[in-house]
Nanobody
């Protein structure tokens, strides 16, 4: 499985961005996907996860109510809609797949290269 993120950029506080993650392979609709982020000088942290069907989603408290994860299995793509962005959301955002789990990311086994999101105050 090869995953590639896109959609990062620079946005002012309060603005919105949508990240996309395209995955290769014919089994995309069978496993969970998720987003993580890593800010400068900090460890990588969980942001959101979505089940194989899109019916189950789960978010980190820090983004709940502002970010929405979704997927389009016909396009092998997962999205992260980010609204009401804050400077503390600045980070490299990584897409991840857990091909061993259908419900949620447990141990990601495939990672994208990351996309930079910068929120200016």
């Amino acid at each position: 499985v090869h995953v590639v993120e896109s959609g990062g950029g620079v946005v002012q506080a309060g603005g919105s961005l949508r990240l996309s993650c395209a995955a290769s392979g014919r089994t995309f609709s069978t496993y969970a996907m998720g987003w993580f982020r890593q800010a400068p000088g900090k460890e990588r942290e969980f942001v959101a996860t979505i089940s194989w069907s899109g019916g189950f989603t789960y978010y980190a408290d820090s983004v709940k109510g502002r970010f929405t994860i979704s997927r389009d299995n016909a396009k092998n793509t997962v999205y992260l809609q980010m609204n009401s962005l804050k400077p503390e959301d600045t980070a490299v955002y990584y897409c991840a797949a857990d091909t061993s789990s259908a419900l949620k990311i447990i141990i990601p086994n495939h990672w994208g290269q990351g996309t930079q999101v910068t929120v200016s105050s």
